[in-house]
């Protein structure tokens, strides 16, 4: 079946500018997840949404970072005024419910320049 | 918060050599799982273990939850292996995976 998709691949924009990243998880799943991931390190989690509702998002770094998942499906995470230290990979995942296998996207790549 | 810490950081191999990889974790968790990342960034799903012994062809992994540790065994290792190695544990609240640092694993022919 299909897996978590996530668009677009690679986004290349300028300092100070709005983007939005586009996460489809696995149809059925009611968790998911955006994580960060610099360059040598491991996935950071941001937000974490059950259904509709963001549960945690404890690691959103400020509040230039927005996220939703208005029909408890597809999920947008916005970024304002982009600076060039937001640059990393953006990875989403989903699993069936709390506490089960995490399943990730292919992750969009950010680039502020 | 939970720790996760990972060894070795670095692991060059020669082909069909055998190799162990451990993740340390400071607190108790109710899910522990071990992901390769390909060198397109893709995460894949290797292990789903919180405890116990699991197989599939030539991974296995072992998760000793009492004490805190887990071990990924990578059996006559090919170059398609390489990549990096993850282990990820859950959260208190189970909200989040917490990631360690990593094993980059190079398997040359």
């Known amino acids: 079946g299909a897996g978590v998709s996530q668009t677009p691949s690679n986004k290349v924009t300028e300092k100070g500018k709005y983007v939005e990243l586009r996460c489809d998880p696995i149809s059925g799943h009611t968790a998911l997840y955006w994580y960060r991931q610099s360059l040598g390190q491991g996935p950071e989690f941001l937000i974490y949404f059950q259904g509709t509702g963001a549960a945690d998002d404890s690691g959103l770094p400020n509040d230039r970072f927005f996220a939703v998942r208005p029909e408890g499906s597809v999920s947008t995470l916005k970024i304002q005024r982009t600076e060039r230290g937001d640059s990393a990979v953006y990875l989403c995942a989903s699993s069936l419910g709390q506490e089960e296998t995490q399943y990730f996207g292919p992750g969009t790549r950010l680039l502020v320049l | 918060g939970i720790q996760v810490e990972q060894s070795p950081p670095d692991l060059i191999l020669q082909e069909g050599a055998n190799s162990t990889l451990r993740c340390n974790f400071s607190?108790?968790?109710?899910?522990l799982q071990w992901f390769h990342q390909n060198p397109w960034g893709q995460l894949i799903n290797l292990f789903y273990?919180?405890?116990g012994t699991k197989q599939n062809g030539r991974l296995s992994a072992t998760t000793v939850a009492t004490e805190r540790y887990s071990l990924l065994y990578i059996s006559s290792s090919q170059t398609t292996d390489s990549g990096v190695y993850f282990c990820?544990?859950?959260?208190?609240?189970?909200?989040?995976?917490?990631f360690g640092k990593g094993t980059t694993l190079s398997v040359s022919s």
């Open positions: 607190d108790s968790v109710n899910n």
């Open positions: 990820a544990v859950q959260n208190q609240a189970g909200t989040a995976l917490i």
């Open positions: 273990i919180p405890s």
